[in-house]
């Protein structure tokens, strides 16, 4: 049964920082996709971040687009979302999702965690 569950949100001040964590299990093949999205109260949720297991080739969003670093680590099972120069406007509840392969389009993901809130607030 794949899982994925999502840690490190929190509160931070605008221009602060997190980083977040994606553990998954459960994977029953060596190529996958993992992606990051998030959702804000009354929003859409929005792709904002996606990576292979294979080429770990990273995409963004326009919105996090030099802000946010995504990255792998295949050996924990584990992606990360290093976010800098957070702004008010990405308060949202982070979610990381599992797909066959790369996209930011939130239907193509099969699995999905269960969110981490992420607050940026003076």
């Known amino acids: 049964q794949v899982q994925l569950v999502e840690s490190g949100g929190g509160l931070v001040q605008p221009g602060g920082s997190l980083r977040l964590s994606c553990e998954y299990s459960?994977?029953?093949?060596?190529?996958?996709?993992i992606g990051w999205f998030r959702q804000a109260p009354g929003k859409e949720r929005e792709g904002i971040s996606c990576?292979?297991?294979?080429?770990?080739?990273?995409y963004y969003a326009d919105s996090v687009k030099g802000r946010f670093t995504i990255s792998i680590d295949n050996a924990k099972n584990t992606v990360y979302l290093q976010m800098i120069g957070l702004k008010p406007a990405d308060t949202a509840v982070y979610y990381c999702?599992?797909?066959?392969?790369?996209?930011?389009?939130?239907?193509?993901?099969?699995?999905w965690g269960q969110g981490t809130q992420v607050t940026v607030s003076s």
């Open positions: 990576i292979n297991s294979k080429e770990t080739i990273p």
């Open positions: 459960g994977l029953t093949s060596d190529y996958y996709a």
């Open positions: 999702a599992l797909a066959r392969d790369i996209t930011l389009v939130a239907h193509e993901y099969e699995y």
